[in-house]
């Protein structure tokens, strides 16, 4: 199938990939007894846990931010990127019977928990203006970043989540490498340190890792006082570009042998 | 309408589904980069080959084959699920597939939930899901349950609701995979008939069935699939026709299955299959109320533990009457093989109606393996000849004979 009638035949068909993320978050407050709390609890124990561990014991210095705001707002991408990443890439096998049974565009399976993750994200997001207001930050106008950077951690998502699941159901191993993969990604990206800390001569290997540019940037919207590395967010913007041509490239290819393999 | 051309589809077998693990793929890339070693050659077996129909609008055909003979594989193609290997395919019309009942069906959500999304998935726009709610909820008759998560409901409850909204389906091409065979038979009835009254929409429609008989009434042409072959088409009585004559040799005449298609491991398979008299005779014919002996021959390449045989009686429209193990008749047989040898199923006072039946065959083990398994392998006449040998010849139609006593009270003075 040529590219865009792949692209256009998602869009067609886009009702499938809200329903699948409302299927997700139906599920997941049916079926838990905290519900909401979870979404809350994750990233703020984390929070509290990593300004304990690295800021109070190994002190590492955080930029001049509050520590609470400075790991909260580096937390809240990284938690959504890392469980809709681990979500996506066992969509399809998760799904099997659905791949196997009935025809509808498959990029809609690792796409949904982009989009379902975001009432996390977004839930979290309200907590964080609480804990902005109780430290005295005011939001600026830099806040209009916010649904931009948004954008570009969903798309960053979508490209590693449909790779993954597509490799998933060629190799049934690759579930195993995913935790793996996202604890070493974990570290190559500022979160658990400030991103000026880099050394200038790793400067641009970590740059190429998009999650640098948003992460940063997820931390100077909320801090007036604090600048954006506009350099650094474009050249992840561009990356993340070029990797959603290459993962749907690749997953239109492998979507041709779902229906055998699975 | 649908236009299929030379359509073939080709699997690998030797390596199992095409699932493996990264970690092997590393490994014997670098086996083969060292040591040079070939991997092993791949087996391909032709699962639809050279397949060509075409369909105008407005037609229901029914698909009949024996199983494995490529009848799924086809639908699954024509409705994208799968790629063919080869050939092509023309379909005009927005279409829906129908392979399982209650698709996208999850337990914890609701009825009202499962609706919208199973029919999202299958293809209807979520704002004609709700103009044809009230319709779908009361076809299935579930009204009371329907704000219910779907794991209170019944099987036969969910299966209703699944059906349902497949049938609400606004395509334009419906594709269906022996899906009526499953509810109670009062829901199948209705099932039979929603598909009887698609005639009249204008509605193409395919389906796959063994239930010969719902084929006959409810299409306007049939296709036969043998092995991946189109064998026949056209005319759904002549089709029928053409296929029931391979369910097997003329009644009581000894039945060689060394050639017939089948399935299964083959570690062992039957040979043969006779049908004998209590004495263990030759008969020329069966009548209701004899005994029936049937011998079923096998060949074993290497033991087989715990062997398990089957064999299944249909009609000649496909209804299944019986289905006898030597599992479930509480036989356990000693290992057999490697050799020949045979075993014999002694069917006393054979209640079955006069007409035309032919049996299936299974080898299996209790650990769920298939040696062979032969459908439709051979057929017997049941002669409508007296019972209890009273010369009182037995109208033919029903199925079965009841074992019944008359007793009578007569108030006459």
Same mark, same amino acid.
């Given at each position: 199938m040529k590219y865009w009638q792949w692209v256009a035949e998602g869009w067609m068909h886009r009702e499938i990939y809200y329903l699948l993320a409302w299927r997700d978050v139906r599920l997941r407050y049916k079926q838990t007894v905290l519900g909401v709390f979870w979404a809350v609890l994750q990233p703020f124990l984390t929070m509290l846990l990593f300004s304990i561990v690295f800021g109070r014991i190994v002190n590492i210095g955080s930029d001049g931010i509050p520590y609470a705001i400075f790991y909260y707002a580096a937390l809240l991408p990284w938690i959504y990127f890392s469980s809709t990443v681990t979500q996506s890439s066992l969509s399809l096998v998760n799904n099997a019977r659905l791949v196997t049974k009935v025809y509808f565009p498959r990029s809609a399976l690792p796409i949904a928990p982009a989009l379902s993750g975001m009432v996390d994200l977004g839930i979290g997001t309200i907590i964080l203006i609480v804990m902005m207001a109780y430290y005295g930050l005011h939001p600026t106008a830099k806040l209009f970043l916010w649904p931009v950077l948004v954008i570009m951690l969903a798309c960053l998502s979508c490209t590693i989540g449909m790779v993954l699941s597509a490799l998933n159901v060629r190799y049934r191993d690759v579930k195993h490498v995913v935790p793996f993969l996202l604890q070493l990604w974990l570290f190559a990206t500022p979160i658990v340190y400030p991103a000026n800390m880099i050394p200038e001569y790793l400067r641009f290997y970590m740059d190429l890792n998009p999650l640098t540019g948003i992460v940063a940037a997820f931390r100077t919207v909320c801090v007036p006082q604090q600048h954006t590395d506009w350099a650094s967010l474009g050249f992840s913007a561009v990356v993340i570009l070029l990797l959603l041509f290459v993962s749907v490239g690749y997953f239109s290819k492998a979507e041709q042998s779902f229906g055998d393999v699975l | 309408m649908i236009t299929v051309e030379s359509l073939s589809k080709q699997y690998a077998i030797n390596r199992g589904p095409e699932v493996t693990m990264l970690r092997e793929s590393v490994c014997g890339f670098f086996s083969r980069l060292i040591l040079g070693r070939q991997p092993q050659p791949r087996q391909f077996i032709w699962a639809l080959k050279d397949v060509s129909c075409e369909i105008s609008a407005g037609e229901i055909v029914g698909i009949v084959g024996r199983n494995g003979s490529g009848k799924s594989t086809l639908l699954k193609i024509l409705s994208k699920i799968v790629r063919p290997t080869s050939g092509s395919m023309r379909v005009n019309g927005r279409v829906a597939s129908l392979?399982?009942?209650?698709? *996208?069906?999850?337990?914890?959500?609701t009825g009202r939930e499962n609706i919208y999304l199973s029919g999202c998935i299958l293809g209807m726009a979520r704002g004609r899901v709700a103009a044809k709610f009230d319709e779908i909820v009361a076809f299935a008759g579930v009204d009371s349950y329907i704000?219910?998560?779907?794991?209170?409901?019944?099987s036969g409850m969910s299966m209703r609701l699944g059906f349902s909204v497949a049938a609400h389906l606004e395509s334009d091409i419906l594709l269906v995979d022996e899906v009526i065979a499953v509810g109670d038979g009062e829901f199948q009835k209705k099932c039979l008939q929603t598909m009887g009254e698609l005639r009249g929409v204008g509605r193409t429609v395919l389906f796959v069935s063994h239930n010969l008989a719902a084929v006959e009434n409810l299409c306007t042409g049939a296709i036969w699939l043998d092995n991946g072959v189109v064998r026949s088409c056209g005319r759904p009585k002549e089709v029928i026709q053409e296929y029931m004559q391979?369910?097997? *040799?003329?009644?009581g005449a000894d039945k060689d299955l060394n050639g017939v298609t089948r399935r299964g491991t083959g570690e062992a398979r039957f040979s043969g299959v006779e049908f004998l008299g209590l004495s263990r005779q030759k008969v020329k014919t069966i009548a209701s109320g004899d005994t029936l002996v049937i011998r079923l021959h096998y060949a074993a390449k290497e033991t087989v533990q715990r062997p398990v045989f089957g064999l299944e009686v249909y009609t000649q429209l496909g209804t299944l009457v019986a289905q006898v193990h030597t599992y479930n008749s509480g036989v356990d047989l000693s290992p057999i093989g490697p050799g020949s040898g045979y075993i014999d199923l002694e069917l006393p006072d054979l209640n079955l109606a006069p007409g035309r039946y032919y049996i299936s065959l299974s080898l299996t083990n209790l650990g769920y393996i298939f040696y062979d398994v032969v459908d439709h392998c051979a057929t017997f006449d049941v002669d409508p000849s007296g019972r209890y040998g009273l010369n009182r010849a037995l109208k033919s139609g029903a199925i079965m004979c009841l074992p019944c006593n008359w007793v009578s009270s007569n108030h006459c003075a």
């Open positions: - | 392979l399982e009942v209650g698709t *996208a069906f999850h337990e914890e959500l704000d219910m998560p779907l794991k209170h409901y019944s391979t369910f097997g *040799a003329l009644s």
